[in-house]
C-alpha cells in the first residue's frame, strides 16, 4: 500500500483545510484508514480514523465537532476537513492505513496502522 497525503499549508485561526490522502497497492475499500499529526517536540498523537466503508468514524477528543473524516473508495482517497483551526493544530499530519483490522473496526492506536503516507505540513497562525 502507497498513501500519498496533500493538502496542507498556512491558514489563520479559525480557518479550514482539507487533506486528501490517496491510497493505491491494494483494494481501498478493505481497510480502515487514520489521521495522526504530530508538533515540534511531541509525540506522534491520534486525529481521527474511519473504518473500511465508512460507516463508523472515530476522533480525538481535541478535534471533536471541528474535523471531519470521510473516505470515497471509488476514488481511493480519505479526506480530513478541518475546520476553526487552532495554533495549537499546528503539525505535520499523516494518513495511515490499516490493513489488518476487523471489518468495521477502527483503532485510534498507531502501532494497529502499518502503512503510513510522508505527511503534509499544516501550519495555523494565530
Known amino acids: 500500500v502507497q498513501l500519498q497525503a496533500s493538502g496542507g499549508g498556512l491558514v489563520q485561526a479559525g480557518g479550514s483545510l482539507r487533506l486528501s490522502c490517496a491510497a493505491s497497492?491494494?483494494?481501498?475499500?478493505?481497510?480502515?484508514m487514520g489521521w495522526f499529526r504530530q508538533a515540534p517536540g511531541k509525540e506522534r498523537e491520534f486525529v481521527a480514523a474511519i473504518s473500511w466503508a465508512g460507516r463508523r468514524t472515530i476522533y480525538a477528543d481535541s478535534v471533536k465537532g471541528r474535523f471531519t473524516i470521510s473516505r470515497d473508495n471509488a476514488e481511493n482517497t480519505v479526506y480530513l476537513q478541518m475546520n476553526s483551526l487552532k495554533p495549537e493544530d499546528t503539525a505535520v499530519y499523516y494518513c495511515a492505513a490499516d490493513t489488518n483490522t476487523v471489518s468495521g473496526a477502527t483503532s485510534p492506536r498507531a502501532d494497529a496502522y502499518d502503512y503510513w503516507g510522508q505527511g503534509t505540513q499544516v501550519t495555523v497562525s494565530s
Open positions: 497497492g491494494r483494494t481501498f475499500s478493505s481497510y480502515a
